[in-house]
């Protein structure tokens, strides 16, 4: 039945989808809309995998197939459509932008401690014992309680580290040099997570964090990337051809102890789901709203999952098991959303408050000095 499930999911995702063809391209394959889309398969890949990941698998299964073939690929591109983004953004914006940055990471921050409580509530109705000392390394996101938490320290963190690199810059053609900072941090905050925060694991989910750096170097590059990629179909489907031979070749023959090996992969899983992405274009609300939603869905889903699995509700029948678990979390996480989006509107008053007292006293300063 995952099989089922796969391919019910896959059709919801295709609906609407149109598709260029003869030397016709999409030039706005990086809008917000259409990248949200995109991330919008990537969710429900990510609580499907998770779904199946609770309970025995049949190896010809569809949540094998992507656990073989994807793996942690199918997380990697929010990273890097984060980093797009955010030099999009500071480009557009400047340093009225990255003033946000740490603002926003507080807000996940708190959200994120939101969660944890109610896991904490969960594993207290599942007569689980979670220790002060299990909690508090859960709180500053080292540990989980059965949260997904190396997601959320990873987000925050590349804001604070964007907003260092990025908040002295006053002229745009400084801005390379940021992305330059970003990179040398975002280097160190993975080799100090490896050695210290999983010292045990050789890997872990660092190898995703990077791809977040490929995704400010494509937006500075993006009009000179453009130019090749949409010359012509022979030059496109070449590209992506060479891209996805390397994938493949680094799939096939990994290094699991060598974490650059595998960061390297996770870009160039990134770079074909860009360039498919030019002559592929999703349309779908089903999708917007999964995106819509996609922090608190990851943060969430495995509660549901957890309780499921405690209390061996529908064990046996894993296409309504599905149903009602994807249901359950997309409702558990609007909810969320909708309750927690008062924080959001807080601090955008606090914000906009201390803006406007800044801008007063600065005219203040300048009637003084015309004086």
């Known amino acids: ?29 990086m809008d917000l809309e259409n990248t949200s889309n995109v991330k919008g398969i990537f969710v429900w890949m990510i609580v499907f995998r998770h779904s199946t990941g609770y309970y025995y698998r049949n190896p010809n299964k569809a949540s094998i197939i992507i656990d073989n ?11 890097f459509y984060s980093g797009y983004g955010i030099y999009k953004s500071f480009s557009k914006k400047g340093t009225n932008y990255i003033k ?3 603002i926003k990471s507080i807000i996940l921050f708190i959200k994120t401690q939101l969660i944890l409580l109610l896991f904490l509530l969960t594993n207290k109705i599942l007569h689980k014992k979670i220790t002060l ?28 580290e964007a907003f260092f690199s990025f908040i002295l810059i006053r002229n745009k053609k400084f801005n390379f040099i940021g992305i330059i900072f970003v990179s040398i941090l975002c280097y160190f905050h993975v080799k100090y997570a490896h050695k210290y925060y999983y010292p045990k694991d050789p890997v872990y989910n660092l190898d995703t964090i990077m791809c977040f750096i490929p995704g400010l170097y494509y937006c500075f590059f993006q009009s000179y990337i453009d130019k090749i990629i949409m010359f012509n179909d022979i030059i496109y489907l070449g590209l992506i051809s060479i891209v ?8 096939l023959h990994p290094k699991e102890g060598l974490l650059l090996y595998r960061s390297i992969k996770n870009c160039i899983f ?10 592929i274009q999703l349309k779908n609300d089903f999708l917007k ?42 409702l558990i996480s609007s909810i969320f959303d909708r309750i927690t989006i008062y924080i959001d509107i807080l601090f955008k008053k606090s914000t906009n408050t201390n803006r406007k ?6 005219d203040i300063i300048k009637m003084i000095e015309l004086s």
């Not at 299990?134 to 709180?139: G, P, S, W």
């Not at 990134?270 to 002559?279: D, E, G």
């Not at 969430?300 to 296409?319: D, E, P, T």
């Not at 007292?357 to 600065?362: A, D, G």
Request: aromatic residues 22%; proline residues 1%.
């Open 1 to 29: 039945m995952e099989d089922v499930i796969f391919l019910v999911l896959t059709f919801l995702s295709l609906i609407n989808a149109n598709i260029k063809c003869g030397n016709k391209f999409f030039t706005d394959y």
């Open 69 to 79: 073939s994807l793996q942690q690929n199918i997380v990697s591109l929010f990273l």
């Open 100 to 102: 946000t940055l740490p």
């Open 133 to 160: 000392k299990d909690y508090f390394y859960a709180a500053i996101l080292k540990k989980s309680i059965g949260n997904s938490y190396w997601f959320a320290s990873a987000i925050i963190l590349l804001y604070i």
């Open 244 to 251: 996805t031979y390397f994938y493949y070749k680094y799939h």
């Open 270 to 279: 990134c770079i074909i789901a860009v360039l498919l992405t030019v002559k």
């Open 289 to 330: 709203f999964l995106n819509s939603h996609s922090y608190s869905i990851y943060l969430l889903q495995r509660m549901v999952f957890i309780y499921f699995r405690q209390k061996g509700i529908l064990k046996n029948n894993s296409f309504i098991r599905f149903f009602y678990q994807f249901s359950l979390i997309l």
């Open 357 to 362: 007292h800044i801008n007063k006293k600065n």
